[in-house]
């Protein structure tokens, strides 16, 4: 009888899941036509419009004072969109918009510069990087004069060069940290008080193995740190396509081609369990040999740590 539920259980949601992931194949298709349209009209790369729609929708996912994320997902407020000095905030008419030195535009043709239609809020987006200029330098200082905030710029950078890397807009793809084949074990200890260096909680999972077993990316990512901490010895930093940086620390070294700045894919070896740290550099052996992984999110205005332990475990369901 268990047997005969689990299988009913599994053929009842097998059809949700593929109507989801067909869902999410054709939003990809929907958005990379549009992105791929505004590279044609504009000559900017389609991958920055990707950035930055996708910077944008990772905030969506997470902040409550921002509507739920769309197609196209970048933010433009009323106030901006149709002139500060606009007594209409609502404003759709293109003529009084410019006059009011609004950013909306029409650019769809429709004759409407609507802030909810995707395809006007990215030639909104275009005209104003082309205002800077079409090479990366000058959209950097696009991007910085549009958010203020080097964070952002850094990210929504790191979002492009991926797209641009991999050469499609679905990187969501995520593996466990070591390779099945190895011995390890973990639980989780988010949370727990940690004593070296001051009072502190424990912002991460171990997971303890042998010495030099490989470290994986979980994710697609860009390599934004590489270095030496004096808590977590050797350690890498790695950001995702959905803005979720992940740290792996107490390496005993690197991969020996691991860059800052490279765009790396699921299941690359970035470096091997080690026991360093706790120590000025080259610190090592205070501790049994393991990987301290951890999860942290930026919403734009701050980057806290949260709990990786349920989505390694997923992972490690999953077979990854």
């Known amino acids: 009888m268990a047997l005969f539920l689990c299988i009913l259980f599994f053929l009842m949601a097998f059809p949700v899941k593929a109507a989801d992931h067909e869902k999410d194949e054709q939003m990809y298709k929907e958005r990379m036509e549009l992105f791929e349209k505004m590279e044609a009209a504009t000559t900017i790369?389609?991958?920055?419009?990707?950035?930055?729609?996708?910077?944008?929708?990772?905030?969506?996912?997470?902040r409550k004072d921002l509507p739920e994320p769309d197609t196209i997902s970048i933010y433009i407020p009323e106030s901006k969109w149709a002139g500060p000095l606009n007594p209409n905030q609502k404003?759709?008419?293109?003529?009084?918009?410019?006059?009011?030195?609004?950013?909306?535009?029409?650019?769809?043709?429709?004759?409407?510069?609507?802030?909810?239609?995707?395809?006007?809020v990215l030639a909104a987006i275009g005209r104003y990087l082309m205002t800077y200029g079409t090479d990366h330098d000058n959209i950097k200082i696009a991007l910085w004069r549009y958010y203020g905030r080097d964070?952002?710029?850094?990210?929504?950078?790191?979002?492009?060069?991926?797209?641009?890397?991999?050469?499609?807009?679905?990187?969501?793809?995520?593996?466990?940290?070591?390779?099945?084949?190895?011995?390890?074990?973990?639980?989780n200890t988010w949370g727990d008080?940690?004593?070296?260096?001051?009072?502190?909680?424990?912002?991460?999972?171990?997971?303890?193995?042998?010495?030099?077993?490989?470290?994986?990316?979980?994710?697609?990512?860009?390599?934004?740190?590489?270095?030496?901490?004096?808590?977590g010895g050797w350690r890498v930093g790695i950001r995702d396509i959905n803005n979720t940086y992940h740290y792996y620390a107490h390496l005993n070294g690197f991969a020996k081609d691991l860059t800052l700045g490279e765009a790396v894919k699921p299941g690359t070896v970035i470096g091997g369990v080690g026991s360093t740290g706790y120590g000025p550099p080259g610190t090592s052996g205070k501790f049994p040999p393991h990987l301290h992984y951890g999860m942290y999110k930026d919403n734009g205005r701050t980057e806290w740590s949260f709990d990786p332990y349920p989505h390694l475990r997923q992972w490690e369901r999953a077979g990854s």
């Open 91 to 120: 404003d759709k008419n293109p003529a009084t918009i410019a006059a009011f030195q609004g950013v909306g535009i029409d650019g769809n043709g429709d004759g409407k510069a609507d802030r909810l239609n995707g395809e006007d």
């Open 151 to 187: 964070k952002a710029v850094s990210i929504v950078v790191g979002n492009a060069k991926m797209y641009k890397a991999f050469g499609k807009l679905d990187l969501q793809q995520k593996v466990f940290p070591l390779p099945r084949r190895f011995n390890y074990t973990f639980k």
């Open 45 to 62: 790369p389609w991958y920055y419009f990707a950035g930055i729609d996708q910077y944008e929708r990772s905030l969506r996912f997470i």
């Open 193 to 231: 008080a940690r004593g070296w260096g001051g009072r502190r909680i424990h912002e991460g999972t171990d997971i303890f193995a042998d010495y030099s077993v490989p470290v994986r990316s979980t994710s697609y990512g860009i390599v934004e740190m590489k270095g030496w901490n004096r808590y």
